[in-house]
């Protein structure tokens, strides 16, 4: 597509529930990012993919928080026993840079936003 | 741990104003990026500058990057109602590494 896809665009679970969020990237684009944007924050970075291997997961909160990209392309961000604390919008990204080594500018999709009750 | 810092937090100007909003950071950066985001959808870029130095121009928007590539700044020009939204600077090494934001408000 035109633009990087995320989906739902809006989630609302219950305390303890796992959830999916899915990233759609352009297509050729070989990295893959996820950050997560609390109200009046800046985005946080999570985790981020050079082709179907994680990079750099540093920002991954905790063992709850799982991204796989096992083709290449679509990624998913799981979230197990999810607690109010993660809501946020889970912001995706994905960027044309070859090696990670700059100058080139992520394009974001619209965000996921989780509302945990 | 990289920073960003970003001043002022919130602005709130009258239209056909000027403004200057300043990134600082204690780390160098490979590139520097200045992005703009509207509620409810994601950041969309609007500048990378990579060499110390650097100035560029989009519009009435002006970016520069600092000699030592610690800082930049961002400034508009008349600025109008349009000009609304969270502008967002970010550090690259490998990943972004955003600032807080901010919030700039153009009133009519």
């Known amino acids: 597509g035109a633009g990087v896809s995320q989906t739902p665009s809006n989630k609302v679970t219950e305390k303890g529930k796992y959830v999916e969020l899915r990233c759609d990237p352009i297509?050729?684009?070989?990295?893959l990012y996820w950050y997560r944007q609390s109200l009046g924050q800046g985005p946080e970075f999570l985790i981020y993919?050079?082709?179907?291997?994680?990079?750099?997961d540093s920002g991954l909160p905790n063992d709850r928080f799982f991204a796989v990209r096992p083709e290449g392309s679509v990624s998913t961000l799981k979230i197990q026993r999810t607690e109010r604390g993660d809501s946020a919008v889970y912001l995706c990204?994905?960027?044309?840079?070859?090696?990670?080594?700059?100058?080139?500018?992520?394009?974001f999709g619209s965000g996921t936003r989780l509302t945990v009750v | 741990t990289q920073l960003l810092e970003q001043s002022p937090q919130f602005l709130s100007i009258q239209e056909g104003e000027n403004l200057t909003v300043y990134c600082n950071s204690s780390?160098?950066?490979?590139?520097l990026q200045w992005y703009r985001q509207e509620p409810g959808e994601g950041p969309v870029l609007l500048v990378t500058v990579v060499t110390g130095g650097e100035v560029k121009k989009l519009k009435r928007l002006t970016f520069q990057f600092g000699d030592a590539r610690k800082d930049s700044s961002l400034h508009i020009t008349a600025a109008q109602p349009g000009d609304t939204g969270l502008y967002l600077c970010?550090?690259?090494?490998?990943?972004?590494?955003f600032g807080k934001g901010t919030k700039l408000t153009v009133n009519p």
């Open positions: 990204a994905s960027s044309s840079n070859p090696s990670g080594t700059g100058g080139y500018g992520y394009t």
């Open positions: 780390s160098v950066f490979s590139s």
């Open positions: 970010a550090g690259e090494e490998e990943k972004l590494v």
């Open positions: 993919f050079q082709g179907t291997g994680a990079a750099d």
């Open positions: 297509s050729g684009h070989t990295a």
